[in-house]
């Protein structure tokens, strides 16, 4: 399953704009291939440790938790939308259903790298799933030092290989689909 994290209007900022094309390439090359997509959206709300810890009172509108509009022609009966108050989307309803569906590998990207994305592998990783972080489609508000000090410590984490490029996961759908018909022959 691919897990779409926090790609809303709210967290698309000069240091993360440029992965939307990136992230849209990498839905469509999944949902093209059959494969479930998830889109998890953050809503940070009143009281929230975000606010009463750091400061931090954004996305609270429906404007800035909205995902982006290059996204909306996913969203539909395919896909599946996970709401959160917490970084990582493995919320109790995702992993209801990653269970129902015995789903086991958890593809990861979208923005924050260094908090949402980061902490979504991660908590897959110690529940027992596969988690994979789409490197070139993930970013950080932070800018690229945050994008890329989440990617060493998910180096460390959860596994040097866990780390993959939207051209690798591209040829391992086309390797599947390709071993899928030679078996149908």
Not at 58 to 78: I, K
Request: hydrophobic share 45%.
């Amino acid at each position: 399953m691919l897990v779409v994290v926090d790609v809303q209007c709210g967290f698309v900022t000069g240091h993360s704009e440029h992965v939307v094309p990136e992230v849209v390439r990498l839905v469509d090359v999944w949902s093209s291939a059959g494969r479930p997509v998830v889109f998890a959206r953050f809503h940070n709300v009143p009281g929230s440790p975000y606010e009463r810890i750091s400061g931090w009172t954004r996305l609270r509108t429906a404007e800035e938790q909205a995902l982006v509009e290059e996204l909306e022609p996913y969203v539909g009966s395919a896909a599946l939308v996970v709401d959160k108050t917490v970084s990582s989307a493995l919320t109790e309803d995702l992993l209801r259903v990653v269970e129902e569906r015995g789903w086991t590998d958890l593809v990861v990207c979208g923005i924050d790298t260094d908090s949402c994305v980061y902490d979504t592998a991660v908590a897959a990783y110690h529940g027992g799933l596969t988690p994979w972080i789409v490197t070139d489609a993930c970013a950080s508000t932070g800018g690229r030092e945050m994008h890329e000090a989440a990617l060493l410590l998910a180096r460390r984490n959860i596994g040097v290989g866990q780390l993959l490029t939207i051209n690798q996961v591209e040829g391992l759908l086309a390797d599947h689909a390709s071993a899928a018909e030679g078996a149908c022959a």
